[in-house]
């Protein structure tokens, strides 16, 4: 996209924590969360926050998940 100048938007980074939830990439799913704060300043959302916590969660890395729950910029919702 970046290429093409095409300027990603939130539903385009929920599909590509999406991809990584399933995949299992939880790496490279925490460094699209850094992008879409760093890079394009969007503000996640609870949905961005409930795919990571998904991801966690389904790793086996439950201590990180509650972790990111409990920082998370908002309250979270019965998904999360």
């Known amino acids: 996209m970046r290429r093409e100048g095409v300027c990603p938007d939130l539903i385009t980074f929920l599909n590509d924590l999406n991809v990584c939830n399933y995949s299992g990439l939880i790496y490279e799913a925490q460094m699209w969360l850094e992008t879409i ?3 394009y300043d969007f503000i996640p959302t609870v949905e961005h926050f409930a795919c990571i916590v998904d991801m966690l969660g389904h790793g086996g890395q439950v201590g990180k998940a ?4 409990e920082k998370m910029p908002f309250h979270p919702n019965v998904v999360v």
Do not use: A, L, Q, R
């Open 37 to 39: 704060n760093n890079d």
């Open 66 to 69: 509650i972790n990111m729950i």
